[in-house]
């Protein structure tokens, strides 16, 4: 590879040929900040015009919209370390939080945790995200033990490479923050749809004490009633085939433990899978196609739904719904609410665990089957709907890794 071709990015904007030029962190900007904690014991040295940025106030991967908690006055600014720093500039954690970053577009402070670059040489977008990129790429070499941190002469020493033309900068910075911005839209959304779900959970089932949710179908009147989970379902624990007998592994029964529980809700298949032998030489159970899965020790209240038969290790006490009398989603979408109860019923000495006997006391109030049918079914199409706003998500975040490895050098 010659020097050329080693110099420009894999991925950039027709028009744009020439080879990056490296330099140094300092010589991005033509000054450099720190900056300093006013006595907080002063109250006249608090509450002013001034925004006062703590480590704290950013977040990993967000660098722009900083939203500032305190602000200082003049008189603070007189009295202390701490500094006006200009607008258009960027300010960097050099301590506790180490690799956070945020280009800054108005008039601020900081606290003593932070370098800031200002009067800027390069396009601040551009100069954001490249900075962003080398510090992550280069945490594991910060100095420091308790507190991880990196030195202002180490950190404006540092190299990186860097489009001659500002152009060329201006529209690869241009190009990441609406790409980040829309990654905030994209993050909103879901979490505007989890709120509505848990605001949901709480209306469309009884409070405490009471027979009828705050709302309903239309086509429902009759009261609620109160039954033991036990009695309108099967607890099916389980258990492990030996480890040292291979004829009760590699089978084609799928076997799952309670880390194979995460945030998807069906489950079709398992890391590790049992034998027919192995299942019938064990306390492991095969449990039917539409069991609910329920992490009883050590993380109690993990669930899942099993999209074909399959059995599990001890770590579980699963639900199995009785025909005609409970609804699959209907008991999955009360999943806070059997974590609540089991991890406040279980006991241990070694670990808590709540067992077989303890869920099938676990009081319910349930409509009639019909009724439990349309909220499970209600609940199965938010889900989906969450599912795939996560997944949109977690598709734009690692669209934007593969960009700032493939557009900058």
Same mark, same amino acid.
């Given at each position: 590879?010659?020097?050329?071709?080693?110099?420009?990015?894999?991925?950039?904007?027709?028009?744009?040929?020439?080879?990056? &030029?490296?330099?140094?962190?300092?010589?991005?900007?033509?000054?450099?900040?720190?900056?300093?904690?006013?006595?907080?014991?002063?109250?006249?040295?608090?509450?002013?015009?001034?925004?006062?940025?703590?480590?704290? #106030?950013?977040?990993?991967?967000?660098?722009?919209?900083?939203?500032?908690?305190?602000?200082?006055?003049?008189? +603070?600014?007189?009295?202390?370390?701490?500094?006006?720093?200009?607008?258009?500039?960027?300010?960097?954690?050099?301590?506790?939080?180490?690799?956070?970053? +945020?280009?800054?577009?108005?008039?601020?402070?900081?606290?003593?945790?932070?370098?800031?670059?200002?009067?800027?040489?390069?396009?601040?977008?551009?100069?954001?995200?490249?900075?962003?990129?080398?510090?992550?790429?280069? =945490?594991?070499?910060?100095?420091?033990?308790?507190?991880?941190?990196?030195?202002?002469?180490? @950190?404006?020493?540092?190299?990186?490479?860097?489009?001659?033309?500002?152009?060329?900068? /201006?529209?690869?910075?241009?190009?990441?923050?609406?790409?980040?911005?829309?990654?905030?839209?994209?993050?909103?959304?879901?979490?505007?749809?989890?709120?509505?779900?848990?605001? =949901?959970?709480?209306?469309?089932?009884?409070?405490?004490?009471?027979?009828?949710?705050?709302?309903?179908?239309?086509?429902?009147?009759?009261?609620?009633?109160?039954?033991?989970?036990?009695? %309108?379902?099967? $607890?099916?624990?389980?258990?492990?085939?030996? !480890?040292?007998?291979?004829?009760?592994? #590699?089978?084609?029964? #799928?076997?799952?433990?309670?880390? &194979?529980?995460?945030?998807?809700?069906?489950?079709?298949?398992?890391?590790?899978?049992?034998?027919?032998?192995?299942?019938?030489?064990?306390?492991?159970?095969?449990?039917?196609?539409?069991?609910?899965?329920?992490?009883?020790?050590?993380?109690?209240?993990?669930?899942?739904?099993?999209?074909?038969?399959?059995?599990?290790? /001890?770590?579980?006490?699963? $639900? %199995?719904?009785?025909?005609? /009398?409970?609804?699959?989603?209907?008991?999955?979408?009360?999943?806070? !609410?059997?974590?609540?109860?089991?991890?406040?019923?279980?006991?241990?000495?070694?670990?808590?665990?709540?067992?077989?006997?303890?869920?099938?006391?676990?009081? =319910?109030?349930?409509?009639?089957?019909?009724?439990?049918?349309?909220?499970?079914?209600?609940?199965?199409?938010? #889900?989906?709907?969450?599912? =795939?706003?996560?997944?949109?998500?977690?598709?734009?975040?690692?669209?934007?890794?593969?960009? @700032?490895?493939?557009?900058?050098?």
């Amino acid at each position: 590879m010659n020097e050329k071709k080693k110099n420009v990015p894999q991925l950039r904007f027709p028009g744009f040929t020439d080879a990056w &030029e490296q330099r140094k962190v300092l010589s991005l900007a033509d000054n450099t900040y720190g900056g300093g904690t006013p006595k907080t014991s002063i109250p006249e040295y608090w509450s002013g015009d001034i925004p006062w940025i703590q480590s704290s #106030d950013l977040s990993e991967g967000k660098l722009f919209d900083v939203l500032v908690k305190k602000h200082i006055t003049n008189i +603070a600014v007189i009295k202390s370390a701490a500094k006006i720093i200009p607008s258009n500039s960027i300010a960097i954690v050099t301590r506790v939080g180490v690799g956070k970053l +945020a280009f800054i577009s108005h008039e601020y402070s900081t606290s003593q945790d932070f370098l800031s670059l200002s009067n800027l040489q390069v396009d601040g977008r551009f100069g954001v995200y490249s900075l962003y990129r080398k510090i992550n790429s280069e =945490l594991n070499e910060v100095q420091g033990t308790a507190i991880k941190g990196v030195t202002k002469t180490e @950190l404006l020493k540092k190299s990186l490479r860097i489009p001659k033309n500002h152009k060329e900068q /201006q529209k690869i910075g241009t190009f990441f923050q609406q790409l980040d911005n829309l990654i905030t839209l994209h993050q909103r959304k879901l979490s505007d749809l989890k709120k509505l779900k848990n605001g =949901l959970l709480q209306k469309m089932f009884p409070k405490n004490g009471e027979k009828y949710p705050e709302i309903r179908f239309p086509e429902f009147t009759d009261a609620w009633e109160q039954r033991k989970l036990g009695e %309108v379902a099967d $607890i099916l624990g389980g258990g492990t085939p030996s !480890t040292g007998v291979s004829g009760y592994w #590699d089978g084609d029964i #799928d076997w799952y433990s309670p880390n &194979e529980l995460g945030n998807e809700i069906y489950l079709h298949a398992s890391k590790r899978k049992i034998t027919k032998l192995g299942l019938q030489k064990s306390s492991a159970q095969l449990l039917p196609l539409g069991t609910v899965l329920f992490t009883s020790r050590a993380g109690i209240g993990n669930t899942a739904i099993l999209e074909k038969e399959g059995a599990t290790n /001890q770590g579980f006490q699963s $639900i %199995v719904p009785h025909k005609d /009398q409970l609804d699959n989603y209907f008991i999955f979408s009360q999943s806070p !609410t059997l974590k609540r109860y089991g991890e406040t019923t279980g006991a241990g000495s070694t670990f808590i665990e709540v067992s077989g006997k303890q869920m099938r006391q676990m009081n =319910l109030t349930i409509p009639s089957i019909e009724e439990q049918q349309k909220i499970g079914t209600f609940f199965q199409l938010l #889900d989906n709907l969450i599912t =795939l706003h996560q997944r949109e998500l977690d598709h734009l975040q690692l669209q934007k890794k593969a960009l @700032l490895q493939q557009m900058f050098v």
